[in-house]
Structure formats: structure tokens, C-alpha cells
């Protein structure tokens, strides 16, 4: 029997209905997915921090990085399930606003 495989990206909901999260599981890189339900709301895929948190790739495993709301619809918090690093991310539909810093 094969073993089950972790996703290598995911999308999370936001409170927006119009906005998610993708998320690159195994590099902690993030987009901003939104998509078109009128004229109003353009779709668009745009990078939250595409960067890789990883010095390279020999530690690249699927369902290392995960996602979680915090009370704040802007605000997500980045675990990395293997070192315990946590990290703010935050969306935002100005392009200044958007960011992944470390938490310490």
C-alpha cells in the first residue's frame, strides 16, 4: 500500500469572498488568488513573498509549511512544522500591504 502523499500546494479561504491563499507547502512561498464574480473584481494571481524559506532544496517536503487565520481577516500565521518557525503573512489588495516577516 502506497503512502499518502502531502499536497504540495494548498489554498485557504480569507473572509474576503473573493480573495484566498495559495500556498507552496514545502517552501513556505505564498499568492494571492482572487477571482472574477463581476466586473468589479479582476482575477488575478499576485506573490504575498514567493521567495523560498529554504536554504535549498535538499529539506523539500511537501506539508512542511502550514496556514492558519488569526482573528484579523488580513492576517495569516505561517508554521513551519519542522523547525517551529513562525512567520505573519499578510494579504492585502495593496500591493505595499502584503508581506511574510518572521516572527521572533
Do not use: C
Request: hydrophobic share 35%.
Amino acid at each position: 500500500m502506497a503512502a499518502y502523499q502531502q499536497p504540495r500546494f494548498k489554498l485557504y479561504k480569507t473572509e474576503n469572498i473573493y480573495n484566498l491563499i495559495k500556498l507552496d507547502t514545502a517552501t513556505g512561498a505564498l499568492w494571492q488568488v482572487q477571482y472574477e464574480m463581476n466586473k468589479n473584481a479582476e482575477a488575478m494571481e499576485v506573490p504575498i513573498n514567493a521567495n523560498s524559506l529554504l536554504w535549498d532544496d535538499t529539506h523539500l517536503r511537501a506539508g512542511r509549511y502550514e496556514l492558519y487565520p488569526t482573528n484579523n481577516m488580513y492576517t495569516f500565521i505561517l508554521l513551519d512544522t519542522e523547525k517551529g518557525y513562525t512567520y505573519q503573512v499578510q494579504w492585502s489588495t495593496d500591493p505595499d500591504k502584503r508581506f511574510r516577516m518572521r516572527i521572533f
